[in-house]
Structures are given as C-alpha cells and as structure tokens.
C-alpha cells in the first residue's frame, strides 16, 4: 500500500424569531418571503433578527435553548447560480444551472431519533442537546419541516464511476437545506441523506436504509475524532418507512426501513460539481463554480491572481494527498472512490461500504460490490491521481496552455506529496523522531510481515505503543498481547525487532514514557470495525439503539483506553463471524 520498494522485494502502497415553515406550505411556493424574507439582509452584516437571536440565546452560554431560533440561509448560493428553471422532482436531464429547487419527502412516522453528536449540535449548531429531544428537532431533522430560512437544494453533479464517465448523477437522495453560520463564524451547510427524490434520483427511490445511515453516522463522526478530514454527522432518525433493498444484488429483495442523516460539511462540492459542467460545455458556470468555491473556501487564493485556477488545483493536489495518507494511517478504505464522492475541499464525504481494515491486507476490498478490487485500500492513492486528472480535464476550459502544462507539472508531484505524507505518518505511528536513511525499509519491513501473518492494522500500532523497549523483547508480555504474538510469528521478527529497538536507541534522551505517548496519541485504540457496526446495526433494526449510542461515545475518544468499549471487545480480535460480513453499495 504505502508505495515502498522494499529491500525484501515488496511493493508497498504504502442557524429572529419566524413562523415555522411546515413542508405543505412551503410546497405551495418556494418563493414565499415568510420562509426567507430574513435571507434578503446581506449575510457579512449581522441584521436586527441576527442580533435578536443572538439576545434570545442563554447568556452564559450563547447556546439556543431551541430550533425556534435556528436559522439556515441559501442566500449566497442562490444569489451565486442561476437555478435550475424546471420546477418539481421528477427525475430528468438538468442543465445551465448548479442547483435544483427540491423539497424533502418527510420520511412516515413514527419517527425517532436514533442517535445525535452533541460535539456538532452543540459546537457547530450552537444547540443545547436538550433541544434535540423536541418534536421540532425529529421534523427538522427528518425533511418534515423546514427549518427558517432554508430552500432545499439539490446539487448536479457528475461523475467518472468506477473509471467511466457516468453523466449526471448529482443529490439523488440528498437535500441541502442551506448554510448556517455559527457563533464562531464558521458557515456549514446542512444537509439531509435519504431525504427523498430530486430531479437527480435516476432510477433510485431517494432513501437511505438504517443500516447504511448508522455506518455513516458513526463513520463519519469516527473520522473525526480520529483526525482526518470529513463530513460530519449531527443525528441519525429512523421511521417505520419500508424501503426495499437487494442488498446484494442476487435478486433477494428485502424489506428494510427508512433513515434520514442531517449531515454537515463547509462545503459539499466534489469533483464530479466541475466534471459536468466542461463536459457539458457549460464553460461559464464552471468559471463561476470555481471564482466561488475559490472565494469561499481557499481564503489564501486571491480572487485577482491570474493563476488562481492553477493555484486551486495545487492546494487540491496536495491536500487530496494528504487526506488519502490519512486514510491510509487509520486503515481506512471509503470503499467508491468515484470523482463525484472527491470532495473539493478534500474532506471524506459519502459514506457508502467503506471499511477499516483488521488485517493488514493491501489488497483489502470493503465493498462486495466491487469486483476488480477498483478501490482495494492499497489503490487508493493511485485512484486519488486518476481522480486529480479527471479534475485536471474538468478545469481545461479556464486554464491557458501554459497553465495546463503547470498543471501537469504540479499533478507529477502527486506521488512524491502522497509518499512523504504517509512515510511521515507511519514514522508516527512507529515513534520515530527524526530521519534516518533507511526508515521506509524498517516501515515497509513491518508492513510486510504485518501481511504475511496478517496481524491486526490497528492493534499492532496501538500495541507497540503500549509496551517498554525491554517489554518488547520479553516474548512473555508480546505472547500477551494479540496482535504482537500474530507478528512475532513471523520468521524475520526478531530481525526486524533489533533494527527497531536500535532505531530507537539512537533517539537521545528520548524515553519509553515520552515515545509511548506520542504513539497512543497517532495510534487508536478503537476503530469502526465492520463487525462492531454490523452488531450495533442488527440491534438499530430493532430499535435499540444503545450500541449505537456506545460505538459514538467511545470512538469520540479513539486514542483512550477506556473500560467500556474493553468489556465490549472493541480492542480484542474481530470474532469469527466478522470474516464472513459483507458490504455492499447497496444502501
Ligand atoms: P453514491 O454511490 O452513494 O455516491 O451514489 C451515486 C449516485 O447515486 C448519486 O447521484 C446518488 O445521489 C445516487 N443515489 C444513490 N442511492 C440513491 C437512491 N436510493 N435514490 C436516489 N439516488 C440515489
Ligand atoms: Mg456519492
């Protein structure tokens, strides 16, 4: 996986006070100023109504005691794009436009809230979680009310699917409900997954299962607290809504139940928002995508620079590097690597069938779906180049021939950006400090007898990290601990095992306490396993969400032991049944 040659041989890559807007009169006109009349006060300046909510809030903490108060905005991009000009959901054909006026289908009851993140409802919503607990939260939560402020959007977009162009696929099943600015000042959009049909829904019937939300609810906010990049999920509802799945595609039609993610995200453009645009010779909407993006989100790229293409496609290079190195540090496969799950901002978005590894495997496949192995974990960086190029394609028609050839030049350094990142991380992950000429063969060394006796990706870091130098030479503590005894198994341990400890020696006054902090704070401890969803999916399914609830709270804290994710296994070996788990696209 981490691209090494090693000497062994091996390749390696390595939200004023408004009337609430109930769905049914919202139906009526999408126009009508009591759903967004506050929209037309510009957004740079705090208005009356602002300055009241701001009032409204509990003074000592300027948290909202409830969503009376919560507003979203979809001024800036409404003002920014034209619109489409069809109005309704039916599915079709969209042009000259960015976003489509789509209103949620609410999800049947009876509805319950599954699962919230009090860290987003109370740092990125400036809500108190008791507000959570209303009736007012499930509906604006769950497509049955819109929240103030809010003209859900529908994104198009398109996409390279599995390597081929696919056209328009856009928010099938995804409504934005608009941007809300906090007390930080941050601005996040909100969306909901599962929200029901837009013009983009093809053949799909714009739901979302609980099992597929659950994973991304708890995926995603996992990601977080490990340190890489993401989306971000606020709750999780579930409904009695039957929605049939074939959940492997062998013709074996289920029937499942509905669930709404309200997820979040600076930004929730992707590559495939760009792909579509010069694909549909629509050079003019694709300059105005970029000038915003560009001015929203790149703040270090200046809006005069007449290189201010280039210059994006370089931060989104590196940094699209960067987060695949991430990926790659937790053992982190997202499973469909399409160009229209690549976020622009280079967050992970789109939680489908990814996966964390248990064994290290290069080879790992998370979704079943995937045949060829197209998004193996060890593809990944690679695919990140592919997607880069389709990105470079998609900019073609704003970059002069210079600029495109320094295009080029800056998509070369990919692997060089890609390779650094992850050799960095891995020396992380294996205490090491400073540089020495023959790390990467002591990196690659490990990973390949990780994968010859398939030791555990995330124990076996997290192990190293738990033990002394002299501990580790002692075969009756690594006899003890699970993932060290799979790879002391290997014949070349022990060789591998000096050169580490040597390696180690030479770190100065560096000491065992000091060097097994750092690695607990870069190596989890507990991991979204496919098995620990799966187990608190099978109990969502009957409405007991308490695992769900308990996978939350001990992956918000991923780098800490901590009793009760011990007693659950989360840090022991996957049980048997977790090999034969699939995962599918389906979702
Ligand atoms: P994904 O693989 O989840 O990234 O989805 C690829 C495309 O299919 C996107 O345009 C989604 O909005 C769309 N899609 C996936 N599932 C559904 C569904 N159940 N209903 C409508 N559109 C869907
Ligand atoms: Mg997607």
């Known amino acids: 996986m981490f691209r090494i040659v090693c000497a062994m041989g091996a390749v390696l890559l390595t939200s004023m006070v408004k009337p609430v807007c109930l769905q049914e009169e919202f139906c009526q006109s999408v126009n009508n100023a009591d759903c967004h009349s506050h929209d037309t006060d510009s957004n740079r300046q705090p208005s009356p109504h602002i300055l009241q909510t701001y009032l409204n809030r509990s003074s000592d903490t300027h948290m909202l005691h409830d969503l009376d108060n919560f507003e979203v905005s979809c001024k ?21 436009c960015i976003f489509s006026k789509s209103l949620p289908t609410p999800l049947k009851g009876p509805l319950r809230l599954a699962a919230i993140s009090e860290d987003v409802i109370e740092n990125i919503l400036d809500l108190e979680v008791a507000s959570t607990q209303s009736d007012d939260f499930l509906h604006y939560a769950s497509g049955g009310r819109l929240l103030p402020g809010s003209v859900p959007l529908a994104h198009r977009y398109g996409g390279h699917q599995f390597g081929y162009w696919a056209g328009q696929l856009g928010d099938g099943r995804a409504h934005l409900l608009g941007q809300h600015t906090n007390r930080k000042g941050e601005i996040w959009e909100l969306q909901l997954k599962g929200s029901g049909k837009t013009p983009y829904s093809r053949s799909g019937d714009g739901r979302a299962v609980i099992r597929s939300s659950v994973r991304e609810f708890l995926g995603s906010e996992a990601m977080h607290s490990l340190g890489v990049p993401t989306s971000r999920a606020a709750s999780l509802i579930v409904s009695d809504e039957p929605v049939l799945r074939d959940p492997f595609y062998n013709g074996n039609v289920k029937k499942e139940r509905g669930a709404i993610v309200l997820r979040l995200a600076k930004s929730w453009f992707r590559i495939g928002s760009l792909e579509i645009l010069a694909r549909s010779g629509e050079p003019d909407l694709l300059r105005n995508l970029l000038n915003f993006v560009i ?102 028609p704003v970059l002069t021939p210079e600029q495109q050839q320094g295009a080029k030049q800056v998509l070369k350094g990919y692997g060089d950006i890609y390779h650094t990142r992850a050799q960095q991380l891995l020396k992380g992950k294996l205490g090491l400090l400073g540089e020495e000429e023959d790390d990467e063969y002591l990196i690659a060394f490990l990973l390949k007898m990780m994968e010859d006796t398939r030791s555990d990706f995330t124990m076996t870091f997290r192990q190293l990290s738990e033990v002394t130098v002299q501990q580790l030479h002692n075969t009756e503590v690594t006899k003890e601990l699970w993932a060290l005894r799979d790879l002391s198994s290997h014949k070349l341990y022990a060789e591998w095992l000096g050169l580490y400890v040597q390696r180690l020696a030479r770190q100065g006054d560096d000491t065992d306490e000091d060097r097994q902090r750092r690695m ?46 011990e007693k659950a296994g989360y840090a022991a070996r996957p049980p048997r049944w977790a090999q034969r788990l699939k995962v599918s696209c389906s979702s």
């Open 76 to 96: 800036k991009l409404i003002e920014a794009f034209q619109l489409d000009k069809v109005p309704g959901n039916f599915v079709r054909t969209v042009k000259n």
């Open 295 to 396: 001015e929203e989100q790149f703040p270090s790229i200046s809006s005069e620079d007449p290189d201010k293409y280039l210059v994006f496609y370089d931060t989104v290079v590196n940094e699209t590097a960067h987060l695949i190195a991430q990926w790659m540090s937790v053992g982190f496969a997202h499973g469909v690597c399409n160009t229209d799950n690549f976020s622009l901002l280079s967050i992970t978005i789109d939680y489908g069938p990814f996966g964390f590894m248990d064994s290290y495997d290069p080879n790992f496949v998370p979704n079943t779906s995937d045949d060829e192995g197209r998004y193996s974990i060890g593809a990944q960086a690679n695919v990140g180049l592919f997607n880069l190029e389709r990105l470079l394609e998609a900019l073609r």
């Open 520 to 565: 607990r704070n870069v190596n989890p401890r507990y991991v979204l396993r496919n098995w620990m969803a799966e187990s608190a999916i099978r109990k969502a399914d009957v409405d007991d969400f308490s695992e769900v609830e308990l996978l939350h709270h001990i992956l918000t804290r991923p780098y800490l032991t901590q009793d009760a994710a």
